[in-house]
């Protein structure tokens, strides 16, 4: 934020209380994240900044918040906005009522589907709104070579990004693999970005492997699910981000990590949280509530939900109430329930009891251009058929809660020489089938986990590629789903005896909606109460689902290629030979 001198006198002596502030807020118990006081007194903000806190300050305008908490507003460290189905105005509209002013997000799952187009598509849509969303060069794309992805970026590509204002740094390496190796690719990135932050991800990653990858430079994680893993990466330095978003939800296990000694080194992210949890529970106020009911001082919780993730990514002047900083703030009606009664951002009110002031953004027109078909060769129900050798099969796992999956080797029915799904004991198809350049490639494998018992579903959201992901119990439901899929651009859609139950329409890359959260909402519920009705009893089916397509979280995944051994990382048999 670029200041004149005469601006900065003009602040300066609001400061000194020698001319009224633009806007005071009265009495209210300010957090100080930096003594870990809470105190009564008055924030005075001119000029977008707070110009002092204490007591007696006088303002143009004056806001009572006496028996309220002034909070800074929250920061999210680590954000998938695609995963939200928002575009990211209608995001910011949505996040804003919970007290979130700020994310920083990897627009990877964008740039495996656009390039830098797509890249492009997020800076311009997010720009002048009172919402900050800050970007990190996405680093795989595509994640591995295990897939058919919709883009390619080299580093000559993330080049031009450097020059981006909100372009912070160089998103989670989720090819550890490559960076332990030393892939050229991988490390020409890195370079590329030594100079700004370089986030991590690196599941399960420790000992001397974890030493190398952080030699590399990485300074984050939010991939730990283990207490001792946690423990661990903290200790040799990352940013540890505790995790609890729609599907991989890690507070319960590494909350007990953070002590008053290592406060410093944690905050709170969400990752891919879906728009009907933002709905339901909130963001990191959702979070922050669950953190000091559990226990966490609220003076710390704040603070790994704003202060900290500022400091991680270089955020100056953000993420805390005191003199010279942002005014991005939050009032409180309650600071255990962290209770929103109004949010200022940049010293404007864009949130007065617990209700968005601003207009938000302008919805699409109903003219809005419909989305062309998926890239996707034809398809038919023999497709999805898997020959039987025989031999044991390879299943996928899931694992409750978590994006990790479990590998399990076991014999499987067959019919006619053909694979035969058994919902009685919960073994269904899943298969990928590439969007992106017609090549034909179906990815062919068996699940346990989603409960189905009959029919199909199928999504456009996939990590990271975003092909075609579907789950079914018959190859003609798989079939159809996924042709529904593609000739609506991209969606979500659930099948039962050939009859489409419910979609979703994602005009925007087959990832987002152009509707805002609350026209969005009632369709994904709509969407899971149809996915309940044939079986599946998983809290997000979609979500779920998404993530079984990224080969870079063990142990068992599949893609367009083919079934992947995480911990091997290659394309391994659906049968096992022998």
């Not at 804003?96 to 964008?110: F, K, N, Q, R, Y």
């Not at 080194?265 to 891919?272: A, I, L, Q």
């Not at 079939?479 to 979609?503: F, K, N």
């Amino acid at each position: 934020m670029k200041i004149s001198a005469e601006s900065l006198r003009h602040r300066i002596a609001a400061a000194r209380g020698e001319i009224p502030s633009e806007l005071v807020l009265k009495g209210g118990q300010v957090v100080n994240l930096f003594s870990g006081n809470i105190r009564k007194g008055d924030v005075a903000i001119s000029d977008g900044v707070i110009v002092g806190q204490g007591l007696n300050y006088h303002g143009e305008k004056e806001v009572d918040a006496s028996n309220r908490w002034i909070v800074p507003g929250l920061i999210d460290g680590h954000l998938h906005v695609e995963s939200t189905m928002l575009s990211p105005s209608h995001l910011a509209a949505a996040l804003l009522v919970h007290g979130t002013t700020s994310i920083v997000a990897d627009p990877h799952e964008i740039a495996n589907v656009m390039g830098l187009d797509g890249i492009r598509y997020m800076l311009e849509e997010s720009a002048n709104i009172p919402f900050d969303i800050f970007f990190m060069a996405p680093s795989c794309v595509p994640a591995t070579h295990l897939e058919t992805s919709g883009a390619t970026l080299a580093a000559s590509d993330l080049k031009e990004l450097l020059k981006e204002p909100r372009i912070l740094g160089l998103a989670e390496m989720m090819n550890f693999p490559g960076v332990l190796m030393g892939d050229p690719q991988v490390l020409e990135k890195i370079v590329l970005f030594q100079d700004r932050v370089l986030d991590g991800h690196a599941p399960l990653v420790g000992g001397y492997d974890l030493q190398a990858y952080l030699s590399a430079g990485m300074g984050s994680d939010h991939e730990s699910s283990l207490r001792r893993e946690a423990f661990e990466k903290m200790e040799n330095g990352m940013m540890l981000m505790i995790r609890e978003g729609t599907s991989a939800k890690n507070m319960d296990e590494l909350l007990p990590v953070v002590t008053e000694k290592n406060a410093h080194r944690f905050c709170f992210v969400s990752d891919d949280l879906h728009a009907e949890d933002i709905e339901a529970r909130g963001h990191l106020d959702y979070i922050l509530r669950r953190a000091m009911r559990s226990g966490l001082d609220p003076v710390t919780a704040v603070r790994l939900a704003s202060w900290n993730p500022a400091d991680y990514f270089g955020l100056r002047r953000r993420g805390a109430v005191a003199p010279g900083y942002r005014a991005d703030l939050v009032v409180l009606n309650d600071l255990y329930e962290f209770e929103v009664a109004s949010v200022y951002k940049d010293g404007r009110e864009v949130v007065r009891d617990g209700r968005l002031t601003w207009s938000g953004p302008d919805p699409y027109p109903a003219s809005f251009e419909r989305p062309a078909p998926l890239a996707i060769a034809p398809l038919t129900a023999d497709n999805f058929r898997i020959l039987h050798p025989g031999k044991k099969a390879r299943i996928i796992e899931l694992v409750p809660g978590q994006i990790i999956t479990r590998k399990c080797v076991e014999s499987v029915p067959s019919a006619d020489g053909f694979v035969k799904t058994d919902p009685e004991k919960d073994l269904i198809k899943l298969a990928v089938v590439e969007r992106h350049k017609k090549t034909g490639h179906i990815g062919l494998s068996l699940i346990r986990g989603f409960g189905l018992q009959k029919g199909a579903i199928a999504s456009s959201v996939a990590h990271d590629s975003h092909n075609v992901i579907v789950v079914g119990v018959t190859d003609e439901d798989m079939c159809v789903a996924v042709e529904a899929v593609r000739d609506m651009g991209g969606g979500l859609v659930v099948v039962q005896g050939g009859e489409i139950l419910a979609t979703v329409p994602l005009e925007i890359a087959g990832l987002m909606s152009t509707q805002p959260v609350q026209a969005l909402v009632p369709r994904l519920r709509a969407a899971k109460r149809a996915a309940a009705r044939i079986g599946c009893p998983l809290d997000d089916p979609f979500m779920a689902l998404s993530f079984l397509a990224l080969p870079v979280i063990p142990e068992l995944k599949l893609t367009d290629k083919g079934l992947v051994d995480v911990n091997r990382f290659e394309i391994v048999p659906l049968f096992v030979s022998g």
